[in-house]
């Protein structure tokens, strides 16, 4: 399961909250559901998916249906191999295919106040994204601007 809460407040008073749970069920290195809710600042969305004869058929807030292309994942970025191919996007349920580019081994922050290496991978599709991952833990954060902001996740291991 993926949780996500974010909250931007100045002086104690909140300007944007995001908040986003997704779970993919896996078997035999295939996912074969998935169900996510998120809320974007007061705009909420769904989705639904189930592998069926045609491949995993989902159903979410952007289109109403629709069979992912048998090599997407969903955008929940602990799975590494996400980054080969489409993605099934788990706020909506549309599909996006992001331009992957390899990058550098860079010192991150992680949980616990120390800093780990991982590789980072810079992904362009409707918005720009890092995503950095490394050999032993997998997926460990992911930086994103929204609004001239910079949002930043930190995996909590």
Partial sequence: MVAVDLAYKIVGVPLYHYTHRATDIWESGLVVGL?????????????????????????????????????????????RRELDGPWINTQDGGIIPPRVTSGQVEAIPAAGGHKVNARRFSLSCDVQISLWYDDRVGWLGLSSDKSASTIRYERQI
């Fill in 35 to 79: 169900r996510t809710t998120a809320n974007d600042n007061g705009y909420k969305f769904q989705v639904s998916g189930q592998r069926g004869a045609t491949g995993l058929v989902t159903e979410g807030t952007k289109p109403p249906r629709n069979v992912a292309p048998p090599n997407a994942l969903p955008a929940t970025h602990w799975n």
